[in-house]
């Protein structure tokens, strides 16, 4: 792993997600929706304290991930590293912390989605062991269409 010494992980606190979002906006691959409004982000990190983190140079975020868990299963979303901060480990780096947090909270697996055309990330969860799920179906409902 080929780490740079100058980049921090560290908790994803409330301080941080005006610079995740903004990591979030110029990313490609990624997919954003009222979920990832600040309050949103704010409720998430409360829910699901200590497992998700960021990835900092200086002061700058440069690289994310959300982690969170239903008490059964975990989630992954929005594992991101600036272009520039890219092949030095980092998104591995992050993917373990989170992981390891999801481990040590009692869950053994966790879901991630990833958008078919995003062939990079497609291919960087392949290089980290990923099994990808052809067989399943993702189906969304909103709630407010509850009658």
Known sequence: MNTDATVSVESFEQRHISQARALWQRSEGVGLSAADE?????????????LSCVAVHGEHVVGTVLCGHDGRRGFIHHLVVAPAQQRKGIGRQ??????????????EKCHLLVFKSN????AFWHSVGAEERSHLSLFSLSTENVA
């Open 119 to 122: 062939e990079p990330g497609r």
């Open 94 to 107: 992050l993917l373990h912390r989170g992981l390891a947090a999801l481990r040590e909270a009692g869950i």
């Open 38 to 50: 600040p309050d949103a982000l704010a409720a998430y990190l409360a829910r699901n304290p200590g």
